[in-house]
Nanobody, 121 residues
Framework: QVHLVESGGGLVQAGGSLRLSCAASGTAFSVNTMAWYRQVPGKQRKLVASITGGLSTNYADSVKGRFTISRDNAKSTVFLQMNSLEPEDTAVYYC???????????????WGQGTQVTVSS
């Protein structure tokens, strides 16, 4: 069984920084695309940034130039460095990953439990 374990959320003032981490624990033979999404109450969950196994990245326009996604393939871990945070970045941030548990299995999409990021003005 694969679990995505997130850490690093919290409360920060506008202009500050936070770093989120998400590790795929359990049996993970291979991890393909990893991503961060965020969701505010009453709204749809939206993509913040993604990174492929080949390290190609994609960002939402609202975070370009402020957030950086990276990964450690050896540890099946993805990071989101968030700088110049704004109150509009306040949300629950969710980790997402396509994981192959065994060499013969197909990729399955997993979600983390979510971590709260609150940016005060």
């Amino acid at each position: 069984q694969v679990h995505l374990v997130e850490s690093g959320g919290g409360l920060v003032q506008a202009g500050g920084s936070l770093r989120l981490s998400c590790a795929a624990s359990g049996t993970a033979f291979s991890v393909n695309t990893m991503a961060w999404y965020r969701q505010v109450p009453g709204k749809q969950r939206k993509l913040v940034a993604s990174i492929t196994g080949g390290l190609s990245t994609n960002y939402a326009d609202s975070v370009k130039g402020r957030f950086t996604i990276s990964r450690d393939n050896a540890k099946s871990t993805v990071f989101l460095q968030m700088n110049s945070l704004e109150p509009e970045d306040t949300a629950v941030y969710y980790c997402n990953a396509d994981v192959k548990a065994r060499s013969w299995s197909s990729y399955t999409n997993y979600w983390g439990q979510g971590t709260q990021v609150t940016v005060s003005s």
